[in-house]
């Protein structure tokens, strides 16, 4: 029997339960209110790490919170809007005025302590992300200001590379259907290999460098790429496109995809997406072998194509220099931006953040665009001929193939303009690069090239911490499991409405109705030209007029037109006196004739 009173247990911290008090009680919406300011107050005492990771969980990210915010915001105006009310009947008004007048306490704490439960989430995920993210991706250092990484060839970091990675240093000769070009898996298990000219394409084990399958299709192939797992994989061969399983059999023809150049499978969707010659943007359901939506670009053909894996907004680069994005949602594109002014886009890729975006011109320059802004941040010149091929690998490495070198920049490269690469590798006798596609989960690049295939290592390009949860991603599953993932990742498939350029706006509460929507955009557009005018920002441009009427001599008269004086005003008057003038002499001759024609009375 505790012998302690009440005051000791208040000293020590301990609380005196007893008779009702042993019912556990939940906290109100007040003291929930007050831990949460408190656990904020503490997150934003921390470093500048801590509140982003912490972020990234609570809100979604930085952008996130801000577009919330603005949401909330949007709300209350069309609440207080009275167009909003007219849509409501008269019980819907009195409930939405008794709301505004009286704030329902029960819901406001109820609110409150799903918030505090969310921020507890938060800042718990984010400790655990510390706690099972124990490996670190490292990338080359220099011991010295004189020596560069980019110096440093593939034979000499082979001297320092553990066993295990040395072996994904190698060449595959194979220069009777080349060019080659190359995929990987989700997973980074498998490798797809191509021939275009011959039409080879073999399926390989990356992890024992075993041949699963090999075909010849004896015509020529533009592009592969696996589908929602390994046991499946897609090529565009000369005619139609075709699905084919891992034991090289042919599945299915899809007739509707003719003379096809480039595709990107999303995984989240089931899609399949094409495009080619005719210019044509074709979405593909795999797992019910419809087509979803065709859209015509009204570009002509188009050679490169690649997906945001972020919101899975598909992007397209085109022969005027011009990239376009779509979604399946909307017929015509959703953006579209002038990258590189009278040349054609040979090359795209975006980073898994889908913040940055890189594309290469056949001017040989690369430019970094800031998809948040859609604007151009810098860019970089390619020497040796124009990029042909780019990709960004899970840690930020870009990599660009051009003419017979390969040279691979750091994370940093994306933010800011770096003066030196990171690697570099030359494929001497081998160019042009057809394709550069660095491997999930590992520090390896694969290089499809005029002679065939070639493996490099690239330290820290790839993501050490390996996320097992997600569908098909983890190459150490059995049949047993992939079967299982199969299964979930179809009853999880997303529908292709939900291809938007903010992926945060799916799952909040919609801006109101779309007539105050437009309304609401048109006034911001109307007073952003307003203060643009009345700031000199924007000069009226005189629209063309009839020939004749450009000369200088009628552009002053119509500018004197507009001036008032003295003068003028005289002789405004004098004009309009002689017009009325001119009209009561017309009105009384017509009155004359008239008489003089009438017939004499009987």
């Given at each position: 029997m505790s012998h302690l009173t009440a005051e000791h247990k208040q000293l020590m911290g301990e609380q005196d339960i007893g008779g009702t008090n042993l019912i556990a009680k939940g906290e109100s919406g007040a003291e929930s209110e007050k831990r949460r300011k408190l656990l904020k107050k503490q997150i934003a005492e921390g470093s500048q790490e801590e509140i982003e990771r912490v972020s990234q969980y609570y809100n979604g990210g930085q952008n996130a919170k801000y577009y919330n915010s603005q949401r909330r915001q949007n709300l209350r105006m069309d609440d207080a809007n009275p167009r909003a009310m007219e849509k409501l009947n008269s019980h819907q008004q009195r409930s939405l005025l008794k709301r505004k007048r009286f704030a329902d306490k029960t819901v406001k704490a109820k609110i409150s302590r799903i918030e505090t439960k969310r921020l507890d989430a938060a800042i718990a995920a984010a400790d655990a992300e510390i706690i099972l993210n124990t490996e670190q991706s490292g990338f080359l250092e220099v011991d010295s200001e004189m020596e560069r990484?980019?110096?440093?060839?593939?034979?000499?970091?082979?001297?320092?590379?553990?066993?295990?990675?040395?072996?994904?240093?190698?060449?595959?000769?194979?220069?009777?259907?080349?060019?080659?070009?190359?995929n990987y898996d989700r997973s980074g298990r498998c490798g797809l290999l191509y021939g275009k000219n011959g039409g080879h394409i073999a399926l390989m084990d990356m992890h024992t460098m075993a041949l699963k399958t090999e075909i010849h299709l004896n015509e020529k192939v533009r592009d592969a790429t696996f589908l929602h797992n390994t046991s499946l994989f897609a090529v565009a061969q000369k005619k139609h496109a075709f699905i084919y399983d891992d034991s090289g059999i042919e599945i299915h023809r899809m007739s509707e995809h003719q003379d096809i150049f480039q595709m990107q499978f999303l995984p989240h969707h089931w899609l399949l997406c094409t495009i080619g010659r005719t210019g044509y943007l074709k979405y593909h359901d795999t797992s019910t072998g419809q087509m979803m939506t065709t859209h015509r670009t009204k570009m002509g053909a188009c050679h490169t194509m690649t997906q945001n894996k972020s919101n899975a907004v598909i992007h397209c680069g085109h022969l005027n220099g011009a990239?376009?994005?779509?979604?399946?949602?909307?017929?015509?594109?959703?953006?579209?931006?002038?990258?590189?002014?009278?040349?054609?886009?040979?090359?795209?890729?975006?980073?898994?953040?889908?913040?940055?975006?890189?594309?290469?011109?056949?001017?040989?320059?690369?430019?970094?665009?800031?998809?948040?802004?859609?604007?151009?941040?810098?860019?970089?010149f390619t020497r040796g001929g124009s990029p042909t091929s780019l990709d960004i690998s899970q840690k930020g490495v870009l990599g660009i193939g051009h003419g017979s070198q390969t040279t691979f920049w750091s994370p940093e490269s994306l933010r800011t303009k770096v003066k030196d690469p990171y690697m570099g590798h030359s494929l001497n006798g081998k160019g042009p690069v057809e394709s550069v596609r660095f491997r999930p989960f590992e520090d390896v690049c694969g290089l499809g090239h005029s002679k065939g295939i070639s493996s490099i290592v690239i330290p820290g390009s790839g993501e050490p911490n390996l996320d097992s949860m997600e569908y098909n991603l983890n190459p150490y599953q059995?049949?047993?499991?992939?079967?299982?993932?199969?299964?979930?990742?179809?009853?999880?498939?997303?529908?292709?409405?939900?291809?938007?350029?903010?992926?945060?706006?799916?799952g909040t509460?919609?801006?109101?109705?779309?007539?105050?929507?437009?309304?609401?955009n048109q006034q911001m557009e109307e007073d952003a030209n307003e203060k643009k005018l009345r700031d000199g920002e924007v000069k009226v441009k005189e629209k063309n007029r009839m020939r004749g009427r450009n000369k200088t001599g009628k552009k002053l008269a119509r500018k004197k037109k507009n001036v008032i004086d003295a003068n003028v005003l005289k002789l405004k008057e004098e004009k309009s006196k002689q017009k009325t003038l001119r009209e009561t002499e017309k009105n009384e001759a017509i009155v004359s004739t008239t008489k003089k024609q009438a017939p004499s009375a009987l």
């Open positions: 990484t980019y110096k440093l060839t593939q034979n000499q970091l082979k001297e320092h590379l553990d066993e295990q990675t040395a072996k994904h240093i190698y060449d595959l000769k194979l220069d009777q259907y080349s060019p080659y070009g190359m990239v376009t994005l779509w979604s399946p949602a909307s017929s015509n594109f959703l953006v579209k931006m002038l990258c590189h002014r009278g040349a054609p886009v040979q090359s795209l890729a975006v980073d898994k953040t889908g913040r940055y975006m890189v594309t290469g011109g056949a001017d040989s320059q690369v430019k970094i665009w800031d998809l948040r802004m859609y604007k151009q941040t810098h860019s970089y059995d049949k047993k499991q992939r079967q299982e993932a199969e299964v979930r990742s179809l009853l999880d498939k997303l529908s292709p409405d939900m291809i938007t350029l903010d992926p945060n706006a799916i509460v919609e801006e109101g109705d779309t007539h105050t929507r437009l309304e609401r």
